[in-house]
């Protein structure tokens, strides 16, 4: 990994992590239909950190700026890097967009965007907003190696 | 001399000359069977043992050899003094004799013949003329065996040998590398140190030659047939290590360098051997390294990189702090158990008071490690962080802060209860507990619940400590407990201000008398007004939680009592799911109070008369008036009495066997005396076919006879039995009849063996000949009582099961019955809530429902293949049923034969057959058997083909099982990758959430699969 010996944060904050969605009734019952929301989106909190065995949630690094959008089929999520001029803020980018990718049905369109105001350069924004560039990122096999070991 | 005999010389000459070992056997057998002496033998060998060639001599001398290890036993104590002389002597011949002349040696050591002095001389001569370390594996350990057998049987004339035979084996095992050899030598060296062999001016070679091994890092090769263990070695090493105070000043510094080291398994070892080698020292070995030891540990807690060597640092913290508590000082030497504590608290007290609360817990988990060791150092320990912690906590805002305070305050209340000490405790009490109350107080008073719960769960931990409360402080904690659980709203503040009262109510009963119960006592009633339904429910099971005590109980159970009673005379004031719980609290303080005369004589006195005049009363009652009807007719109320009197009867047995006669002529003569409120009609008749209202009482009947101890014998039980057959062959309402099978079935279980066959066959003979009229309008009655019965014999092994299964499997066959008889299978192999379990005392064989399944499996198998196109169904359900109740080891190693059946099952059309298959398979691809892999065409397709199923759980199940494929020897899953993983994209868009979120999990992983830095 990029981030080699010496970590850009070495001592970030931890946050707590929330706890599971309560089962409700609801969503036991066959009749009715759920619809895909904010928390459910949620699960991109699980992603790893490429520098620390922590948690997205755990780093904060995704807040609660989740707009999931059932009917117009549309996501848009804001992420934080943990510091200003983190170099790993495009590969958390392109992790929350691929897990996107594979846990979302395909009507889906995905924006992922760095929030405003928290990063040097907001140049990762529009890698990830661009689909070809995506798209060739993960066929360079280091990078989809990168990728898949922050998604397990 | 004996005449020398023509076959042992041609033995002899066989073995040196011709080279033929398996000679060697026959010459021992021969002198073990007498046909030649031991000294016959020597003198065929004379001419070898002189030759001039070292290899014929040595051939020579390994025939004796191996003669003598089949016959240590039968020489004489001069034959041995003589073999020794000449072995000891051979030891300065040519190097290749040396390998036969050990292992006579090590023969020899083995009789019990040796003479005095012999081992002295054996081992002086050893060591003088062996270089072990030169010598062949095999040697080695000849060599080792040696001193094993000479310390277990000369020891004293080893130690009559001091120090030199310290050197000496130090010299033999320096440098030794095969682990087999090293385990004997470390029992060697163990041996020496925990015997108390004089060890002189070597404790230090006998230290380096051993702990040079150290930390140990051996892994053994693929299929070793020796089967050494590294835990093995370690634990064989530490022994030596920690053995003996005299290491410590080179174990320790060795422990602080290896504690430096990267490799995990090296701090592990050296953290565990630590921990062990404290327990022997003393403040003196220890003094000079502390500050060492201490700052290695503290940097292990605070920058740990696993649980398992955090919580080995801090075992040794503790181990290292009860090491130095013990130690008695002298005038002149200084406290090393203060200076160490000094230095703990120095470099971890502050911690706790930083702003950022970073480093708490590891510093609270080092101070609380060592608090837990002794009753000095919780002491000075406690009372130098508690007030500040406490004053802490007044001065931060935030609730979160807060919280982490409190909870670092309940570990400190939880590890210094470890060192309760008797004489010493109220003095430590005083110091904090006035201090830590009112911090708990001050905290359930806060608004925030994660604060009001890690209150409550500290004030447990308080109340857990006997003495530590005072009145007041108690009076004070119940009045919270009291205005939390009648105000707050919040479900988990609930739970844990309940579970708070329970542990309190253990400790401080009296107050709880005379102020909670009162309290909630007049809640219910009063809100039974304003019928707020959240209140009631969080008293009624407070209630529950504090009565432990038999003093509380008197007071609490009258109260729910009154409960069932004003439910009972005024239907709309409580609703039936009410009137439900109240027993069900009922039922929850006779699973916890302890079975003495008391609680006993309340419950079989007072609750059951109650319970049972109560159900009677709303028996008798509706009868007549049909709008006003009783809560305590309805099925839910009388499913939820049951377990009351079945606790009460299996578990408080005092007064059981008064209850089950009360109860028995209650039902058979109708005999209402010793109901309280008795107003009664003399003659009840409440197991005739009258009214369902009556006859579903039978569920109490079975509550309580089915219950008892075997012990205990029933009045006119050939009578009740009869009645019970009647009623549930002949009664229409499901629960009557359902009810008197169970009790039926409930009483043949326990009747002893060879008492119960009439009736059985009474039975079988009655239920076939109704099942076999396929009109008859009672068979679902029938049926019913066959399988209970069935089941009652299935439990204890009885020889009649077997033509009730018969009966059973031919069943599935029928038009009608087919269904249920499958289901009925699931009953047969699952444990029954209220009746033939082990809490009411059942005769319950274990593996009933493994010796089930290898008996009858064949039997459905034969059954599917025969059965026409349209009945396969049951069978595939039965056979789900029963392979879903088996335990997973099990089900793991059975399901490969009925794999292609199971396959079958999963195209079945019936949802129920498809979700317990499911269920089934699922445990068994965690690890899939070989069988499995080579259907995994057939497997995948179904799977995938279920996913798209109308039902959400079988959804759920069969994505739970793609999720579980994902696991199988890549190469074997890859082919199907594609595949999957577009069957899985539709479940991604799938209307119910729990569908999704399986969905996202499973298609994660098969992404992962084969994909660069996947798996």
New interface residues.
């Given amino acids: 990994m990029s981030g080699g010996v010496q970590l850009e944060n070495a001592n970030p904050v931890i946050f707590q992590r929330s706890v599971d969605r309560m089962?409700t009734a609801s969503?036991?019952d066959?009749d009715v239909?759920?619809p895909?929301d904010d928390r459910?989106i949620f699960?991109i909190r699980s992603i790893n950190d490429p520098e620390h065995p922590l948690s997205l949630e755990e780093l904060n690094v995704v807040e609660q700026v989740r707009q999931v959008n059932d009917t117009e089929s549309t996501v848009s999520v804001e992420f934080t890097p943990t510091i200003p001029h983190c170099s790993m803020a495009t590969l958390i980018g392109l992790s929350i967009k691929v897990?996107l990718l594979?846990?979302?049905?395909?009507?889906f369109k995905i924006d992922v965007h760095i929030t405003p105001g928290t990063h040097a350069s907001e140049e990762a924004n529009k890698q990830l907003a661009d689909k070809e560039r995506v798209a060739a990122a993960l066929e360079n096999?280091?990078l989809?190696?990168?990728?898949?070991?922050c998604?397990? | 001399m004996a005449a020398e005999s023509p076959l042992l010389l041609s033995l002899v000459e066989e073995f040196v000359s011709g080279l033929q070992d398996t000679k060697a056997k026959d010459t021992a057998t021969g002198v073990k069977d007498g046909q030649f002496t031991v000294l016959q033998l020597v003198e065929a060998l004379g001419q070898s043992l002189t030759s001039s060639q070292p290899h014929t001599r040595a051939r020579g001398v390994q025939l004796l050899s191996e003669v003598l290890q089949d016959n240590y036993g039968a020489l004489t104590e001069r034959e041995v003094e003589l073999l020794l002389a000449f072995y000891e002597n051979r030891l300065k011949d040519h190097y290749v004799i040396t390998p036969p002349v050990l292992r006579g040696l090590l023969a020899l050591t083995k009789s019990r013949k040796l003479p005095p002095g012999s081992a002295v001389s054996m081992l002086r001569s050893v060591f003088q003329d062996v270089h072990v370390q030169s010598l062949m594996l095999a040697e080695r350990a000849c060599v080792y065996n040696m001193l094993i057998n000479l310390m277990e049987s000369r020891e004293d004339e080893l130690k009559g040998l001091g120090a030199d035979f310290v050197f000496g084996f130090v010299q033999s095992m320096d440098g030794e590398r095969d682990p087999r050899n090293l385990l004997l030598a470390f029992q060697i060296a163990g041996n020496i140190v925990l015997r108390g062999y004089s060890m002189g001016k070597f404790t230090e070679e006998l230290f380096e030659v051993t702990s040079c091994y150290f930390p140990i890092d051996f892994s053994p090769p693929p299929n070793d047939p020796h089967g050494i263990t590294k835990e093995e070695l370690i634990q064989a090493l530490r022994a030596v290590l920690t053995g003996t105070p005299k290491f410590a000043e080179f174990l320790l510094p060795l422990i602080i360098e290896k504690l430096d080291s990267d490799v995990q398994s090296a701090k592990l070892d050296s953290l565990q051997t630590l921990a062990a080698s404290v327990g022997q020292y003393e403040h003196r070995d220890l003094a000079e390294f502390l500050e060492g030891l201490w700052s290695s540990l503290r940097r292990e807690v605070f920058q740990t990189s696993s649980e398992k060597i955090e919580a080995a640092a801090l075992t040794a913290v503790t181990a290292l702090t009860s090491c130095l508590s013990r130690s008695v000082l002298n005038s002149d030497s200084e406290d090393s158990l203060s200076s160490f504590l000094v230095l703990v608290l120095r470099d971890c007290k502050h911690h706790l008071f930083e702003p950022d609360l970073k480093l708490v817990w590891p510093s609270a988990k080092l101070l609380q490690a060592s608090c837990s060791a002794s009753y000095r150092a919780a002491h000075s320990i406690t009372s130098a962080v508690v007030p500040p912690l406490v004053e802490q906590y007044n001065s931060r805002t935030q609730c979160s802060d807060r919280r982490t305070l409190l909870e670092v305050a309940q570990r400190f209340i939880q590890s210094t209860a470890s060192c309760q000490s008797v004489d010493h405790g109220e003095e430590r009490v005083c110091l904090t507990a006035d201090s830590l109350c009112s911090l708990v107080f001050s905290a359930l008073s806060e608004s925030n619940s994660s604060l009001q719960i890690t209150a409550a769960s500290v004030l447990t931990s308080l109340a857990q400590q006997p003495g530590l409360l005072l009145d007041s402080d108690i009076e004070l904690a119940v009045d919270h407990l009291t205005r939390l659980l009648l105000t707050d709203e919040d479900e988990r503040v609930s739970a844990a201000v309940v579970e708070c009262a329970g542990a309190l109510a253990e400790q401080h009963p009296a107050a709880f008398i005379t102020k909670l119960i009162p309290t909630l006592k007049k809640e219910i009633e009063s809100s039974a007004l304003r019928s707020h339904h959240a209140v009631r429910q969080r008293c009624l099971s407070a209630l529950a939680a504090v009565s432990i005590r038999a003093s509380v109980v008197m007071e609490s159970a009258p109260v729910l009592l009154d409960v069932l009673c004003s439910a009972h005379a005024d239907p709309n004031c409580f609703s039936v799911d009410e009137v439900a719980r109240t027993c069900l609290s009922l039922q929850r303080i006779a699973e916890r109070v302890q079975d003495g005369e008391d609680t006993s004589r309340c419950f079989h006195d007072v609750v059951v008369p109650r319970l049972l005049s109560l159900a009677l009363q709303a028996a008798l009652q509706s009868d007549g008036s049909s709008d006003h009807r009783s809560p305590l007719v309805e099925e839910e109320v009388l499913s939820a009495m049951v377990p009351v009197i079945s606790t009460a009867c299996s578990r408080l047995k005092t007064f059981a066997e008064q209850t089950a006669s009360r109860v028995v002529s209650l039902f058979l003569d109708g005999d209402v005396s010793f109901l309280p409120d008795n107003s009664f009609p003399l003659h009840v008749q409440l197991l005739q076919d009258s009214s369902w209202r009556q006859t579903q009482l039978v569920c109490l009947l079975m509550a309580c006879v089915c219950s008892l101890p075997r012990s205990v014998a029933l009045p006119q039980e050939e009578r009740l039995l009869s009645e019970l057959e009647e009623l549930s062959c002949s009664c229409r309402h499901p629960l009557s009849y359902t009810s008197a099978a169970k009790c039926f079935a409930g009483l043949v279980n326990k009747k002893p063996q060879g008492a119960s066959e009439r009736q059985v066959f009474g039975v079988i003979k009655r239920v076939s000949s109704e099942l076999d009229r396929p009109s008859s309008p009672l068979r679902t009655q029938a049926f019913t009582l066959l399988i209970w019965v069935a089941k009652a014999l299935l439990l204890r092994y009885h020889p009649l099961f077997s033509a009730l299964t018969d009966k059973l499997f031919s069943l599935l066959d029928d038009a009608l019955l087919g269904p249920m008889a499958a289901d009925s299978f699931s009953l047969l192999m699952s444990d029954s809530a209220d009746v033939l379990n082990r809490g009411c005392h059942a005769d319950l064989r274990i593996m009933y429902r493994q010796r089930f399944f290898s008996e009858n499996s064949a039997k459905l198998v034969q059954g599917f293949n025969a059965a026409p196109q349209e009945k396969k169904a049951n069978y595939l359900k039965a056979l789900s049923n029963i392979v879903n109740k088996l335990p997973k080891q099990v089900q793991v190693s059975e399901l490969p034969a009925l794999l292609s059946l199971l396959l079958e099952a999963l195209t079945c059309t019936d949802e129920g057959v498809q979700l317990s298959t499911l269920s089934c398979l699922q445990p068994v691809l965690i690890n899939p058997p070989q069988v499995l892999i080579q259907q995994l065409e057939a497997l995948v397709s179904r799977l995938l083909a279920l996913i798209g199923s109308p039902a959400m759980k079988i959804r759920v199940a069969s994505i739970r099982c793609v999720l579980a494929l994902s696991c199988f020897p890549a190469h074997e899953v890859l082919p199907f990758r594609s595949r999957v993983l577009r069957a899985l994209a539709p479940p991604l868009d799938d209307r119910k959430r729990l569908v999704r979120r399986e969905a996202v999990q499973a298609r994660a992983e098969w992404f992962l699969l084969g994909s660069p830095g996947g798996r």
Avoid: W
Avoid at chain 1, 102 to 107: C, E, G, M, V, W
Avoid at chain 1, 144 to 149: A, P, S
């Fill in positions: 089962l969503e036991e066959e239909h759920d895909i459910e699960l897990k594979r846990s979302l049905p395909d009507r096999s280091s989809l190696e990168v990728v898949n070991q998604l397990s």
